[in-house]
C-alpha cells in the first residue's frame, strides 16, 4: 500500500510539473533598438493575465491571443519618456473584445497623454477584427489578426492595419509570420506610414518554454536602418 501510494504522488507530482511548464501567467522583456537616423531606444514591457495561459498545441508566441486571455500590460520606451499602460477583455461565452490603452509621451513640446479604446470580435478561433477610437475622434480604421495551423506543426500568423487619416496619405500593415515549429517563426512586414514605406524582417525563437529571443531589421526612409533585439521571460 505504501508502494502504491508513493507511485501515485510521484506520478501526481509529475503530472503537476507537466501542467505547470505547458502555462504561464506573467511576462516580462526588454529590447534595444538602433536606429541609424536618431538615437538608440530601450524598451521593457510586462503583461499579467488574469488566468493561466495554456500553452500546449500553440505556437508559443501566440498562445495568449490563441487563448483569449484576458491581460493588463504595461511598457517603456526611450528612456520612459513613453509610457502605455492598458488591458485587454475577451467577454466570456462571447465573441466580443474589449481593449484600452493610455499613453503619455514626453517630448520637446511637453507632456501629452492619449486615451484609446479598441472594440473587437471573434467570430472563428484564431481571428480577431477590431477598430479603434481615440479620445480626440475617430479616423475610420480596422486591423485583423489571424492564427491559424497547417499541419505537420507548422503554422502562420497573418496581420493588418488600415486607417484612414485626416493627412494626405493613410496608414497601411500588412505581416505575415511562418511558424516552423511551436518555438520558432521567421516573418516579414511592410508599412505605409503617412508616406514613410518601413520594410520588416524578423524572427522570434523560444529557447525553453519560458524564456525567448526575438530580432528584426526594418528599412524605414525616414529612420533608415533599424535593428531591434529583445528577450523576454515568462513566469
Not at 12 to 33: H, I, K, R
Amino acid at each position: 500500500m505504501k508502494i502504491k501510494s508513493l507511485a501515485l504522488a510521484t506520478a501526481f507530482s509529475l503530472t503537476s510539473g507537466l501542467a505547470m511548464a505547458n502555462s504561464y501567467q506573467a511576462e516580462v522583456g526588454a529590447s534595444y533598438t538602433d536606429v541609424e537616423n536618431g538615437d538608440g531606444v530601450f524598451g521593457m514591457y510586462g503583461e499579467f493575465h488574469f488566468s493561466p495561459v495554456q500553452t500546449r498545441n500553440h505556437p508559443l508566441a501566440e498562445a495568449a491571443f490563441l487563448e483569449r486571455s484576458s491581460n493588463v500590460y504595461a511598457a517603456a520606451d526611450d528612456d520612459f519618456d513613453a509610457l502605455t499602460v492598458g488591458g485587454e477583455l475577451y467577454v466570456p461565452d462571447t465573441m466580443f473584445y474589449v481593449g484600452g490603452r493610455v499613453t503619455r509621451v514626453d517630448n520637446a513640446a511637453g507632456d501629452e497623454t492619449t486615451a484609446y479604446a479598441t472594440l473587437g470580435l471573434t467570430p472563428v478561433d484564431g481571428l480577431l477584427v477590431t477598430t479603434e477610437f481615440s479620445e480626440d475622434g475617430y479616423d475610420a480604421n480596422i486591423s485583423a489578426k489571424y492564427v491559424t495551423s497547417l499541419g505537420g506543426g507548422n503554422f502562420v500568423n497573418l496581420e493588418g492595419t488600415y486607417q484612414d487619416t485626416d493627412f494626405d496619405d493613410d496608414i497601411l500593415s500588412l505581416g505575415a509570420d511562418f511558424y516552423f515549429d511551436r518555438t520558432w517563426s521567421v516573418g516579414a512586414g511592410y508599412t505605409d506610414f503617412l508616406g514613410d514605406d518601413q520594410f520588416t524582417l524578423r524572427t522570434e525563437k523560444f529557447f525553453t518554454n519560458e524564456i525567448s529571443g526575438r530580432l528584426s531589421f526594418t528599412d524605414s526612409d525616414a529612420a533608415g536602418n533599424v535593428f531591434t533585439i529583445g528577450g523576454a521571460v515568462r513566469f
